[in-house]
């Protein structure tokens, strides 16, 4: 069975502290995971991509994440919070389960970044 | 957003009318999917077509169809049977080689 969970539906960080995102993500097969931004009434923006390779993944504006297989998480993080980075963001999981491609989004986080 | 074009961006229809969503894609990619985007929710799949001609249910496809004529284009109907389709509308693409999907810019749709 494919899923995904993220764990906090807001966060609030200080701008210039740490970001942590979490996301826990459950799947039968090899599974590539993303995190996606959305802004206001716009699309989503691919942030980082984990497929198998380098565990590390890191990805636009300062983002990454680490793949952990044992605790099945793909948590994102950002050393500095800067005000543009006030967003939704999205855990998503993809796999080939039953030999077609399927994908799930989590279902957001919003981050808010105070001045 | 780039390559991905959706039209309107916003659009207003009165209940019992049907309403048609555009999608074009310039980035000659197969795959193209509908998502809506309801608050807490995340993105919900409605319809994916994988090649042109063809096209399979998502989730939650009913009260919503769907055509393929052409790889650039995936048209998505919003019926009257759908009984809440006030909703972000999302369009998407994927080339046959990856797991990434690329998003256009959403059409929000209300309907009162």
């Known amino acids: 069975a494919q899923s995904v969970t993220q764990l906090d539906s807001h966060v609030s960080v200080s701008e210039g502290t740490p970001v942590l995102l979490r996301c826990n993500y459950s799947?039968?097969?090899?599974?590539?995971l993303f995190w996606y931004v959305q802004h206001p009434n716009k699309g989503l923006q691919l942030l980082l991509k984990y497929t198998s390779a380098a565990t590390l993944v890191k990805g636009i504006n300062g983002f990454e994440a680490e793949f952990k297989k044992s605790e099945t998480s793909f948590h994102l993080t950002k050393p500095s919070a800067h005000m543009s980075d006030a967003a939704e963001y999205f855990c998503v999981v993809s796999d080939s389960s039953g030999g077609y491609q399927k994908v799930t989004f989590g279902i957001g986080t919003k981050l808010q970044v105070i001045p | 957003d780039g390559g991905i074009t959706q039209s309107p961006k916003y659009l207003f229809r009165k209940e019992g009318q049907n309403v048609t969503l555009s999608c074009e894609q310039n980035l000659n990619h197969d795959a193209m999917y509908w998502y809506r985007q309801d608050p807490g929710q995340g993105l919900r799949l409605i319809y994916y077509?994988?090649?042109?001609?063809?096209?399979q249910k998502g989730d939650i496809a009913e009260g919503y169809s769907v055509s393929r004529e052409k790889k650039e284009s995936f048209p998505l109907t919003v019926t009257s049977a759908q009984k809440n389709p006030t909703a972000f509308y999302l369009c998407?693409?994927?080339?046959?080689?990856?797991?990434?999907?690329?998003f256009g810019p959403g059409t929000r749709l209300t309907v009162t």
């Open positions: 998407a693409t994927k080339p046959g080689y990856s797991y990434e999907q690329y």
């Open positions: 799947s039968s097969y090899s599974p590539s």
């Open positions: 077509s994988q090649i042109v001609n063809d096209f």
